[in-house]
């Protein structure tokens, strides 16, 4: 059999599940879950065929990391790519073998991505319109595309190759992953998101979930062009932002709120300085005075934790303008609430949630995760106090996101935060696979308008669908 044909199996269609498992049924639970975990974890494990070609592609690497100066400069990507190629090439000559022009070259690409790049992943996310990579194991591998998820037809050796991958990522960042902790947040080196899991946590080997940010951030004009947003709510909320009202973006896992918060932190004037607090940093702010914080999780002896709330009490002694932070997903909350009540106006956050509504009880919840045991009155006082707009987005049936619902809070009736939708999002039909409808103004006039007005922005009153009248 040809080499080409022994790549063509070895990236090929990812093998069929086995059907072995219909045999377990006589053996009683502890059979069954451990013929599932076998199956699950050991299976992709097994050993390469001795001359297949993960054989001569492991060979062949080895050797080249063997002579590979290991003082040189990886950051060159470049300088070394060219000596990969020459000691590449002089391994071949030396070694007689032969290969065909495609499959030397297929060779070398993927050589050259274990060592300059993260293995197979490496033209998943080169690929400009893959926005998230899922591995479940080293033989089953999904992205996003458009908003809908696929399987690829891409495998890893083995879970350890898989590992040494995950071990590549975190690494460089001080993280550590082992069985004491089975699981860690990071970061690539342009951004992107990272998640891994590992056994005995994940029964189905190695995970890593990547999610990809653009390299050119989406511009405002996209943003409007995809449907995400209209633009009389953009230029609302480019006002709210330049008028330093409080904000929360809201929304589902993958919903948008990252890259919306990346669209109305550029609306954040020049001079001002931004101080930003992330798990994994991730953000993308264009604006020169900016400062960027990341939490820590422990080390191995279970120290030097630094967390997202110790970071936001901290930002409050580093003279801040606005206070940016990435995701609120615990008692931070009430830290960062306090600055929105402290003077820190025209800050931004994230928060995963299933509407505004649920937004304002997540944000109750999280506050009291603080153990300050304060009132529930007090809380929501701090919550309508602080928060001036919620923006809620959503991934909708067909892949897209969109803002479906911009609503204010207007302040307190009895112990109920009250809220008013300014924006909100009708729903007309369902066409050829794509949602289609549109963000509308309620009509109604946000209290809001005094403080932007205060600061010399006048909005025309047709973008709340009131005409020329004012309520």
């Known amino acids: ?147 809908k998820i696929h399987r690829v037809p891409v495998t890893f050796e083995s879970n350890d190759h898989v590992m040494r991958i995950i071990d590549r990522i975190v690494a460089p960042l001080g993280r550590r992953i082992d069985e004491s902790s089975p699981y860690v947040d990071a970061r690539l080196a342009d951004g992107s998101r990272v998640n891994a899991v590992i056994p005995p946590v994940s029964l189905v080997g190695p995970t890593l979930t990547i999610r990809k940010f653009f390299k050119i951030p989406l511009t405002i004009e996209q943003l409007v062009q995809f449907g995400t947003l209209t633009p009389e709510a953009l230029q609302f909320l480019k006002a709210c932002v330049e008028a330093r009202l409080n904000i929360v973006i809201s929304g589902g896992t993958g919903s948008g709120k990252t890259t919306l918060l990346n669209i109305l932190s550029s609306f954040i004037p020049g001079d001002e300085r ?78 995963h949630s299933n509407s505004p509504r649920d937004t304002i009880m997540r944000l109750e919840t999280m506050t009291m995760m603080a153990g300050m045991e304060l009132p529930v009155r007090a809380i929501r006082e701090q919550v309508s106090s602080a928060i001036d707009m919620i923006v809620h987005e959503e991934r909708m049936r067909d892949g897209s996101r969109k803002v479906v619902n911009i609503a204010e809070i207007s302040g307190m009736e009895g112990d109920v935060i009250t809220m008013t939708d300014i924006f909100t999002f009708e729903q007309t039909g369902y066409e050829n696979g794509k949602v289609i409808g549109r963000l509308r103004p309620t009509g109604l006039r946000p209290k809001g308008m005094e403080k932007i007005e205060a600061a010399g922005l006048h909005l025309p009153p047709s973008i709340f669908g009131v005409g020329s009248r004012q309520r």
């Open 274 to 351: 931004i101080i930003t607090i992330e798990n994994a940093a991730e953000l993308q702010l264009r604006q020169e005075h900016v400062v960027t914080l990341e939490s820590r999780p422990p080390n191995i002896e279970g120290r030097g934790e630094i967390t997202i709330r110790q970071l936001v009490i901290n930002t409050l002694r580093m003279r801040p303008d606005r206070i940016i932070v990435g995701e609120i997903r615990d008692d931070a909350a009430l830290d960062m609430l306090q600055a929105m009540n402290t003077g820190h106006e025209g800050s931004m956050t994230t928060l």
């Open 1 to 147: 059999m040809s080499l080409l044909k022994r790549i063509e199996q070895g990236q090929g269609k990812p093998p069929e599940p086995s059907s072995g498992m219909s045999q377990q049924n006589s053996g009683g639970d502890a059979s069954r879950l451990s013929s599932l975990q076998a199956r699950r974890v050991s299976a992709p494990n097994a050993a390469p065929q001795p001359g297949s070609y993960y054989d001569l592609k492991t060979r062949v690497q080895n050797r080249l990391l063997a002579e590979l100066d290991p003082s040189i400069d990886v950051t060159k990507t470049d300088d070394v790519r060219k000596t990969i190629q020459d000691l590449f090439e002089q391994i071949l000559s030396e070694e007689n073998i032969v290969l065909s022009r495609p499959e030397r070259a297929r060779l070398f690409e993927q050589i050259s991505a274990e060592i300059l790049g993260l293995g197979p992943l490496q033209p998943l996310l080169e690929d400009e319109t893959v926005t998230e990579v899922m591995v479940n194991g080293a033989k089953n591998i999904y992205i996003e595309r458009k908003g």
